[in-house]
């Protein structure tokens, strides 16, 4: 590990591979830090990304794939299932352990450092205009001079409130999730699963997302104000005890998910956040790894970019964020406004949506479909809903 760095990126995710990646790539000095012992483990996810999404960056590698997904289900809180058959799209459910791994394989192949056990303990602005990151590597503390830092550091950021970046956000946006890697289960390989309602993930949704050989990521998420009255670790419990008896149950995983608007500045001089530390994460569907690997493709670039132009002014690492909102923070930010018509239907309601929907001939039922019949009662979001379908 050097003592100078261009560009030191906190955090091993996806956001923070893809940002060290393309910093190498755009020819910055620059290292990744990540504070666990394996970049890929734990898995805090459920795993599930649209083949578009990974198409935008790579062909997917079979390693990544645990499961090829061709359709959708949406279940009414009354148990009517809605069956959504994939038509141009298709999805994954991946092995994240194996595809974060490779994310920072191809991050030291373009030529970043990559160092794992090592925890930023805190940022100081030092006199040469840049940072001077604290960290501890493997039980030692060292420091490292840097001109730009890219926050990585995920959900439970600190970059970011170190830097004075408004970090904040608001607790009603805040979903509490918890999941279960299960096994010994009977579940349709090429099928996702989300129940919906207040029975089974109030202000949220649950989903089961199949992992292959009979296992699967069985988890939930639901709205902070819910987690109150009952846990979402009842709500789970209840759910498999009540649909898959017979499950085991191998990982358990807690964590919070950030379904908010964008981060409006992720940027201050010399810093940029990425991803779920810019809370860049799709407000319905709770979906981030796309998000982390494009807001860190584009950081890399323009942080490479600054490191030529020896200019890390938040004027000039604004272009970061006209990056992001070009390709999908401005979607986020619709896709927000129907989310919050679509958590004030009434259970009442969304049966009555499943019963319409499944009048239709199955072709005809798509994931547009369902959203648009979900916000009948304000026809000026429709627009928005097609706007955000177009493209997905
Ligand atoms: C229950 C649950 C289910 C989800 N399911 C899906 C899904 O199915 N599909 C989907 O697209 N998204 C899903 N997400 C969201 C997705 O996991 C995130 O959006 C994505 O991982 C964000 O990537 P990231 O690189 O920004 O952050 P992360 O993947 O969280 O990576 C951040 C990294 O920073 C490291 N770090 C933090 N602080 C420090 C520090 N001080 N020093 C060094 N390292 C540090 C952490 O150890 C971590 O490895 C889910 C999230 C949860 C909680």
């Not at 132009?309 to 401005?330: E, H, P, V, W």
């Not at 930010?333 to 499943?354: F, R, S, W």
Request: aromatic share 8%.
């Amino acid at each position: 590990m050097k003592n100078n760095y261009d560009i030191v990126v906190v955090g091993g995710g996806p956001g923070g591979s893809m940002a060290a990646l393309h910093s190498a790539k755009g020819g910055a000095n620059v290292c990744l830090l990540e504070k666990t012992r394996d970049i890929g483990y734990p898995v805090r996810c459920g795993e599930a990304m649209g083949e578009w999404a990974i198409k935008q960056f790579f062909e997917p590698k079979q390693s990544w794939i645990a499961a090829d997904i061709k359709r959708s289900r949406i279940v009414a809180p009354n148990g009517i299932p809605i069956d959504i058959p994939f038509n141009k799209e298709q999805a994954y459910v991946l092995n994240r352990r194996v595809f974060d791994y490779d994310l920072s394989l191809m991050a030291s192949k373009e030529g970043a450092d990559v160092f794992t056990k090592c925890y930023v303990k805190s940022i100081d602005r030092n006199d040469e205009n840049g940072y001077d990151v604290h960290l501890d590597y493997l039980g030692e503390h060292k420091s490292i001079k840097t001109k730009l830092i890219i926050g990585a550091d995920g959900i439970e950021s600190r970059i970011g409130r170190w830097a004075g970046i408004k970090t904040q956000i608001n607790m009603r946006d805040m979903e509490s999730c918890i999941q279960y890697s299960v096994g010994n289960i009977e579940v349709d390989s090429n099928r996702i699963d989300m129940y919906v309602g207040d029975n089974w993930a109030p202000g949220g949704y649950l989903w089961v997302f199949p992992k292959g050989d009979g296992a699967a990521n069985i988890g939930l998420g639901i709205g902070s104000k819910y987690n109150r009255k009952k846990s979402a670790k009842k709500y789970l419990d209840e759910f498999i005890e009540n649909k898959y008896p017979e499950a085991t149950i191998h990982t358990t995983m807690c964590g919070g998910v950030p379904c908010s608007k964008p981060m409006a500045h992720p940027i201050c001089d010399n810093v940029m956040l990425v991803g779920d530390a810019a809370h860049f994460i799709n407000p319905i569907t709770g979906g981030g790894i796309a998000a982390a690997m494009k807001s860190g493709m584009f950081a890399g670039q323009v942080g490479s970019e600054a490191i030529i132009a020896n200019d890390y002014s938040q004027n000039f690492l604004k272009k970061y964020i006209s990056l992001c909102q070009k390709d999908f923070t401005k979607r986020h930010e619709k896709i927000y406004k129907v989310k919050e018509t679509i958590t004030k239907l009434t259970d009442d309601e969304m049966n009555q949506m499943a019963l319409k929907i499944n009048e239709l001939p199955p072709h005809k039922i798509t994931l547009g479909k369902v959203f648009t019949t979900a916000i009948m009662k304000k026809p000026s979001l429709i627009i928005d809903v097609m706007k955000m379908f177009a493209g997905f």
